[in-house]
């Protein structure tokens, strides 16, 4: 529990400066807008594309992948389709509901959890490139096209559908990055070390910041979302399908479907286990969506989850 709590402090301490800072009004009222849209556009694509430029696209062909891929599609899947059938969320809020049942939190609390439990954090890494590189697109596919067809703030723009899907990359800061990533690593390109450095310390302002916007968001209410506060059940199940239903398919997946080295099961299960990322919060926010589900599944997913993570590695760990 000490090893896992390390990993999890960091969350807490700048989340509870953001909700500070928020109370004293010290950056005003437009800051959870202003850095939230710093976030999406510019430290996100920095920091995914110094990840993905210096990775191999290939390395998450593995079978462990393939249990993990499979509690993610299930889980998210369930995630789109109880948001949308039970709480009446149209489709660009079921993409965040999705997020918020299936998308974890990989970088900031996976890669320190995966140290101190796994030894290393090569599996948290092929997890990182699966959801940059394959779930991203999809989520901010439905995000586009579902603000568009509801006349939110992402809709406004003219153009046919077909060409805006086309263009999605070009407009959306966060998929450019990963393709343009994924062009250097597959080229072999070497960037200069002023470029790299520089994005290295653009992208490292990704993760404390998205936390410091999510702590300014605990005070005063979702801003800049529909004004629609989510329930206490719809956060519940978005938690349950996160912190336990996850984990529980993507066990049954990698060990008794595929038989994997108890090793690579309990990697798979821990990840699967790790809370919402606040990328969710993130996205919500900028596509002028309600916050109010993403903001709290990320809270009590990463509450939860200090038990879920806990059980997991007592009952799968080495000493078990």
Not at 2 to 27: C, E, K
Not at 28 to 43: D, K, M, T
Not at 208 to 217: C, E, F, Q, Y
Request: a positive charge.
């Amino acid at each position: 529990m000490p090893a896992l709590l390390s990993g999890f402090t960091p969350i807490w301490i700048l989340t509870g400066i953001g909700y500070a800072v928020g109370r004293s009004g010290l950056l005003g009222a437009q800051a959870e807008s202003v850095l939230g849209r710093f976030v999406f556009h510019v430290a996100m694509p920095a920091a995914l594309f110094t990840m993905v430029s210096g990775s191999r696209p290939g390395s998450f062909a593995h079978p462990s992948m393939v249990a993990f891929a499979a509690g993610t599609a299930l889980v998210s899947g369930l995630g789109y389709a109880v948001g949308r059938r039970f709480f009446g969320r149209k489709r660009a809020d079921g993409a965040i509901s999705s997020m918020a049942s299936g998308y974890v939190n990989s970088a900031n609390l996976g890669i320190p959890v995966a140290v101190q439990v796994l030894g290393d954090a090569s599996f948290v890494a092929q997890v990182i490139l699966f959801q940059v590189l394959l779930v991203s697109p999809v989520i901010l596919t439905l995000l586009d096209t579902g603000t568009r067809a509801s006349g939110g703030p992402g809709g406004g723009r003219t153009g046919g559908g077909l060409r805006r899907m086309l263009t999605m990359p070009v407009r959306n800061p966060v998929i450019m990055a990963s393709l343009l990533g994924v062009a250097v690593s597959v080229t072999g390109l070497r960037l200069p070390a002023a470029v790299t450095h520089s994005c290295d310390v653009l992208g490292a302002a990704a993760v404390p910041t998205a936390l410091i916007t999510l702590g300014l968001s605990l005070h005063g209410g979702p801003a800049g979302g529909t004004g629609r506060l989510a329930g206490r059940a719809e956060v519940g199940v978005a938690v349950l399908l996160k912190t336990l239903v996850q984990p529980l398919v993507a066990f049954a997946v990698a060990g008794p479907l595929l038989h994997l080295p108890d090793h690579q099961v309990l990697a798979v299960v821990l990840c699967s286990a790790l809370p919402t990322a606040q990328n969710a919060y993130i996205y919500a926010r900028e596509y002028g969506l309600d916050t109010g589900l993403a903001r709290n599944a990320v809270v009590a997913s990463t509450v939860a989850s200090m038990v879920t993570l806990s059980c997991a590695t007592w009952a799968l760990g080495p000493s078990r």
